[in-house]
């Protein structure tokens, strides 16, 4: 999933310690196969340096070279691999679950970075977010004189320009930056061309699950799905019934009130409830029209909140499993 995406998310994520339903595909098929790997651009730029660029921080960082380059969440991995450099990139977070980057070594413990482990690798920079921690971890990374560039979290669509645009310019590629945002959100834009219109809209709750942490929580305004589900043209049923915080926990009361038609989770946490069986197991749920129908919406955990150059995919695959028949 795109844990560094939703700070909020993130938090539950280190809190916690990190199917099929019935009569329809397997929910996230399209997604989980979209995830498996990044599609660069198809000519690799080589990069202009050195660069001085703004971080998000407030700090400017000078980057001299980037041969040996540490993105610290999924979503900077995929930007890196997507704007072709991949070949530069000496390691990866605990989220980055696409093919090209699985064979790297991991310098995150429980979405904790070691500083250790990435100084080891000897990098040119690291890239990393502002939920991006701790941050003694990221005090001795600076401390060693290796530039960090840190960038703004993705909380919805209008954000995958911008993060796109901000690794390309420290990386010396800005031109590669503008090209590859320019493809993306095309892509998302003939995504949401294509979503069924309908008078009523559908109303889709995103839950966080956990069933090993004990972890059941619906997402309010600020959990990081609500724009995608906007985009795909349905209603965000926890913020729309009054869900203030990022994340609540599930209560049978809660789940009334958002009164969802479906429901959005990531693979790995319906797995962990026992699938769609289990899911409908959990108090409330088998009450509302999405469980009762069993309409679940199933994406890959590493790409769900990613915002970025796969985003149009995760779109594609959460207006599919919405729809159905009527695409």
């Not at 340096?49 to 610290?72: C, F, I, N, W």
């Not at 003694?136 to 979290?153: F, I, N, S």
């Not at 599930?250 to 769609?276: C, F, H, N, Q, Y």
């Not at 469980?291 to 970025?308: A, F, H, K, P, Q």
Request: aromatic share 2%; proline share 6%; hydrophobic share 45%.
């Amino acid at each position: 999933m795109h844990v560094r995406g939703a700070g909020a998310l993130l938090a539950v994520l280190v809190m916690a310690g990190c199917a099929s339903s019935g009569g329809t595909p397997e929910p996230g098929t399209k997604a989980r196969a979209a995830a498996d790997r990044v599609e660069p651009l198809a000519d690799p730029p080589k990069p202009q340096l050195p660069v001085t660029v703004r971080s998000a921080d407030g700090h400017d960082v000078t980057v001299q070279d980037a041969e040996r380059v540490v993105p610290l969440s999924g979503s900077l991995s995929e930007i890196v691999f997507t704007l072709g450099l991949g070949d530069r990139v000496v390691a990866r977070d605990i989220t980055a679950t696409f093919a090209q980057a699985e064979k790297l070594p991991v310098v995150t413990r429980n979405h904790d970075v070691s500083a250790e482990s990435v100084l080891s690798l000897k990098p040119d920079l690291v890239l990393a977010e502002t939920t991006t921690g701790p941050a003694e971890a990221m005090g001795q990374v600076r401390d060693a004189g290796v530039p960090v560039l840190v960038v703004d979290p993705a909380r919805g669509l209008d954000d995958v320009g911008p993060r796109i645009r901000a690794v390309a310019r420290a990386l010396g590629v800005p031109a590669a930056g503008r090209e590859l945002t320019k493809r993306s959100e095309d892509r998302i834009a003939a995504v949401r061309a294509d979503v069924p219109k309908r008078t009523d809209e559908p109303r889709v709750a995103f839950l966080y699950l956990r069933g090993s942490a004990s972890v059941y929580l619906i997402g309010g305004r600020g959990s990081g799905a609500t724009s995608l589900l906007e985009a795909a043209g349905a209603v965000d049923a926890g913020a729309a019934s009054g869900l203030k915080k990022d994340f609540t926990a599930i209560t049978t009361e809660a789940l009334a009130r958002a009164a969802p038609d479906a429901i959005l989770v990531m693979s790995k946490g319906l797995e962990s409830v026992g699938g769609v069986d289990g899911l409908v197991e959990i108090p409330g749920v088998a009450q509302t029209p999405a469980g009762t129908d069993r309409r679940i919406i199933s994406i890959e955990d590493g790409v769900l909140l990613n915002y970025g150059p796969r985003t149009d995919a995760v779109l594609s695959s959460i207006v599919g499993q919405l729809y159905g028949d009527e695409k």
